[in-house]
């Protein structure tokens, strides 16, 4: 069955106190929406539609520069943000056609989730299919839920019984808020039962917004099944301030170091090497301590980096040292050796095999 996606990338992200529209906030070298884009790989989208709001023209402009192919992304603007419910509306206006008679599945996410998985989007997507429920959603525990809304379930002995409603913190009562298992606001829905329901949402809220979580209630209610898939918190959690982008960038780079650890590359210590997920590297790289690489930096095979070094959007031929350099937009040749203490200016090159010696300045192009 086919698969589209809807990203809700419109909000404005008061608490990041930043000129910078929210998604575009960077975590290992790449905005936070264009991480859940990469995110839907595994579901192969039809149709990723991007809702924008809040410095629509640059998050447009960087997504449209930075999105793989294979998403086929299209963008929306949400005028006048008035809930996640009227994004997710907003949003299924660029599909083509009448929804009443397609059954294809919509994946629906906020675009400040940076850490989502795409094993989760694939999982998600296998559940909500093979069982054909009318949405599914993904959920966490958590030991203190604070500020989440929290999955309300019919009782049962095991404790997972059938998802009734989604309630938000500030609407919940003291029962209600002592429940564990929260709301990801990440779904899956049946496209001809989701276009219906968002349409009979109402603001009757404290927020006087309209809530995408109000559709699990309204589909619920009318008999349909809801799906739930448990994902760890430390997938879904989102992003709002300063300090949850610092906690998902060292998450992020945990994984980034590991991953590449298993694929042939030595970190002495990789708490101090940083590597954006952009960067690619060869075989047999050994990263020193104080190693920056970042941009779309390439590490041939064989090479010795660091220590103290940043490279940004620089290409290292194989078996090349560089110690203590900081360089950009430059070239190294395979088996030179740069530095210790060089700058490579933009546009510089060290040619294969030479010796620059030490506080070196590569003369630009």
């Not at 086919?2 to 929210?22: C, D, F, Q, T």
């Not at 809702?51 to 992304?73: F, I, L, S």
């Not at 404290?206 to 995408?212: A, I, M, N, P, R």
């Amino acid at each position: 069955m086919s698969v589209s996606a809807i990203v809700l990338a419109a909000g404005e992200g008061s608490r990041m106190r930043s000129n910078r529209p929210k998604p575009l906030h960077l975590i290992c070298g790449r905005p936070m929406v264009l991480h859940v884009i990469h995110a839907l790989e595994a579901v192969s989208p039809e149709r990723t539609v991007v809702v924008v709001g809040h410095g629509a023209e640059r998050v447009t402009k960087k997504v449209q520069e930075q999105a793989p192919d294979w998403a086929h992304v299209t963008f929306v603007e949400q005028t006048v943000q008035r809930g996640t419910g009227d994004a997710a509306m907003v949003g299924l206006s660029a599909f083509p056609g009448d929804d009443l008679d397609d059954t294809s599945t919509v994946v629906v996410l906020p675009g400040d989730t940076p850490l989502l998985q795409p094993d989760s989007i694939d999982a998600l997507v296998a559940a909500h299919n093979a069982n054909q429920f009318a949405a599914t959603m993904i959920s966490s525990i958590l030991d203190d839920p604070t500020g989440y809304g929290r999955v309300i379930r019919q009782p049962a002995k095991d404790g997972n019984g059938r998802v009734l409603r989604i309630v938000e913190e500030r609407d919940a009562t003291p029962e209600e808020r002592a429940v564990k298992e929260v709301n990801t606001s990440m779904y899956a829905f049946r496209r001809d039962l989701l276009g219906p329901a968002l349409r009979h949402l109402s603001p009757d809220n404290s927020q006087g917004e309209y809530y995408l979580t109000d559709v699990i209630a309204s589909l619920a209610a009318m008999g349909h099944r809801i799906g739930c898939v448990q994902v760890p918190i430390a997938e879904t959690q989102g992003v709002n301030d300063r300090w949850q982008l610092a906690l998902a960038e060292r998450e992020l780079r945990s994984r980034t170091n590991r991953r590449w650890l298993l694929n042939g590359v030595t970190m002495l210590d990789p708490r101090q090497t940083f590597v954006d997920v952009t960067v690619q590297l060869g075989r047999d790289v050994t990263l020193y301590p104080g190693t920056i690489l970042q941009g779309d930096t390439v590490i041939g095979d064989g090479c010795e980096i660091g220590p103290d070094t940043r490279l940004v959007d620089c290409t290292v031929g194989d078996g090349a040292n560089v110690e203590h350099t900081v360089g950009r937009e430059s070239e190294v040749g395979a088996d030179a050796k740069v530095g210790p203490y060089a700058f490579l200016p933009p546009g510089s090159s060290v040619h294969s095999g030479a010796e620059t010696g030490a506080f070196y300045t590569a003369p630009a192009d």
